[in-house]
Structure formats: structure tokens, C-alpha cells
């Protein structure tokens, strides 16, 4: 059983017998006060979508839900609904466009190392690789004597999503993105 501050994103505990699924955590210390930090922790159940928000001491020991973790790819997006197949078993899981909405920016055709969240047959959530490689489609021109240092600019890559970059990546680059932090972490 887990403390509370070991808990990550998209892991799916169970409170009262119900399974959550982790969306957003939120930690704070308050000032003043003995013991360690807080976790606000905001929560989706897996059977009927209802959120709830939850707070809980960095010592609390949570139990995690019985979840499966499949290796998967993503496949193809029918309106709404997006279609991933199991590495091993090449079974189709289909999830709607707002339960993934946070992991889409980072979703390609290749990307290697992504996992789906199966619960009693049902997939509930998705589990992306901390770091992932994607293509820059539109940023200012390279400037020459640019260093890794120096100042950032936008650039948008082949997913839609806008990431700060440094001044001597160009269009056409392949560059890693932290998917916690949506950031630049350099050149793929």
C-alpha cells in the first residue's frame, strides 16, 4: 500500500470499495504547522465518470485499485472515440476524446512505451511514456549564434501542441517534451 505522496498521476486507487482514477494532484504545505504536506487530489470514478476531490495527509497509506497496465498503439479515431490496439494480443480498446483529453497532445502513431488502464475489461485510463518525440511543423526561423541558453520562442509541433523552445531549433526538428511538465527538454 502506497503513501499518498507516492501517488502519481492517472493511478487508480480505491476509496469505500469504488475505484478512482487520479487526474490532477495538487500538493501544498501549510505554514505554521507540524507535520508534512498535503495532497488534494482530484479524482474520476471508473464506473460512473463522477468526480470527486480529496485530500490526504503525505503519510496515508491508499490502497491502489486492481488495474492493468497493457502495452498499446494507438490505431485510428472513429468521431470521438479513439482506438488503441494491445501490443500482445492486438485486442482494441476504445476511449472517448474527454477522458484522454489531457494525454491527445502527445498522442502519435509511433509513439513507443504508452500503456492503457484496464479495469475489469473496461480501459479507464491512458499511461504515456515521462518523455516523448515529436516533429516541430511551425516556428520563427533559427537564429544563427543562437545558444541552448538563450532566449525561447514558440514552436508548434505535429500534435497541435505550443512548447517553448531555444532560438536555434527550426522547423522540421525532432525534439523531446517532457509530458508531466509540457516542456522542451532537447533535441531527439
Do not use: C
Amino acid at each position: 500500500m502506497p503513501k499518498a505522496s507516492e501517488i502519481k498521476r492517472n493511478a487508480a486507487i480505491e476509496i469505500n470499495g469504488e475505484a478512482y482514477i487520479v487526474r490532477d494532484i495538487e500538493r501544498s504545505v501549510p505554514q505554521g504547522r507540524a507535520g508534512g504536506s498535503l495532497y488534494r487530489m482530484r479524482m474520476y470514478n471508473v464506473a460512473t465518470n463522477a468526480k470527486i476531490d480529496e485530500t490526504f495527509k503525505d503519510s496515508d497509506m491508499l490502497t491502489l485499485a486492481d488495474l492493468n497496465r497493457r502495452a498499446a498503439t494507438f490505431s485510428y479515431t472513429d468521431g470521438d472515440e479513439y482506438v488503441f490496439m494491445d501490443s500482445e494480443d492486438y485486442t482494441s480498446y476504445s476511449m472517448n476524446k474527454e477522458t484522454i483529453e489531457d494525454e491527445l497532445p502527445f498522442i502519435t502513431e509511433d509513439l513507443q512505451g504508452m500503456h492503457v488502464m484496464v479495469l475489469n475489461d473496461v480501459p479507464v485510463a491512458l499511461d504515456l511514456p515521462g518523455i516523448v518525440e515529436l516533429e516541430i511543423i511551425e516556428t520563427d526561423p533559427s537564429i544563427k549564434g543562437g545558444s541552448a541558453t538563450a532566449r525561447t520562442k514558440p514552436a508548434k509541433l505535429s500534435t497541435g501542441l505550443v512548447v517553448q523552445v531555444p532560438e536555434h531549433i527550426s522547423t522540421g526538428d525532432r525534439i523531446r517534451v517532457n509530458v508531466e511538465e509540457r516542456k522542451f527538454t532537447g533535441r531527439a
